[in-house]
């Protein structure tokens, strides 16, 4: 730890920010769509399709979160024992976790991921089929939400339910909406947000 520079956190915050609102885009253009092309050869309901990925968003987000939270305080009790500056035991902490990424265990988030949907009652699946289908989705949502609470300040998505009011500055919308409709009848793409700013528009569909 004492070779690296006070702070390294935070000076490549602005840097590793960028690239992970990209990444960000990225899986919203690429692995859902695969996600959602795979889903398809199972489930003929466009609505039902959308409505998994986008809880499996949403559930990548909160395990990725959880799982940050322990990892944090692993590495600070730890640190912790021998810390003596010139960074705060913070800093420290920070730059250790973004330096050892690589530690963080994917597959148990994943598996949470695929647990918390299995008992989802807004979704359901022919039951010969598991959701371990859309993993590689699952793997990068969390792999990109975990990176993305070593931001200072951390990158979180927006809350969404159903029946809530369309906003212009969260969502699109999806190209078969009812374009003057005012509530969310459901949503295909979570908002991405920074202290309670949309950096990045979700989709939602509205309907009456």
């Not at 799982?67 to 810390?83: D, M, P």
Request: aromatic share 10%; with cysteine; hydrophobic share 40%.
């Amino acid at each position: 730890l004492r070779s690296c520079s006070p702070g390294r956190a935070r000076r490549t915050n602005a840097s590793r920010r960028a690239y992970l609102v990209g990444r960000f885009g990225d899986i919203y253009a690429q692995e859902r769509l695969d996600a959602e092309t795979l889903l398809r050869t199972y489930i003929s309901d466009m609505e039902m399709v959308q409505r998994i990925i986008f809880i499996a968003a949403v559930e990548s987000f909160h395990a990725a979160k959880m799982a940050y939270r322990q990892f944090k305080v692993r590495v600070r009790e730890t640190l912790s024992l021998g810390h003596s500056g010139p960074e705060s035991l913070e800093d420290t902490v920070l730059d250790y976790i973004v330096r050892h990424e690589d530690l963080y265990d994917v597959q148990a988030s994943v598996n949470e991921v695929i647990r918390s949907m299995n008992i989802n009652p807004k979704i359901s699946f022919p039951p010969e089929i598991d959701f371990i289908v859309i993993s590689t989705l699952i793997r990068e949502l969390c792999r990109v939400a975990f990176s993305m609470q070593t931001l200072i300040p951390p990158l979180d998505i927006a809350f969404g339910t159903d029946g809530e009011l369309f906003s212009e500055t969260k969502y699109h919308r999806s190209f078969d909406s009812d374009f003057t409709a005012a509530l969310v009848a459901y949503h295909v793409w979570p908002a991405l947000m920074e202290n309670d700013v949309v950096i990045v528009k979700g989709e939602a569909v509205t309907k009456r």
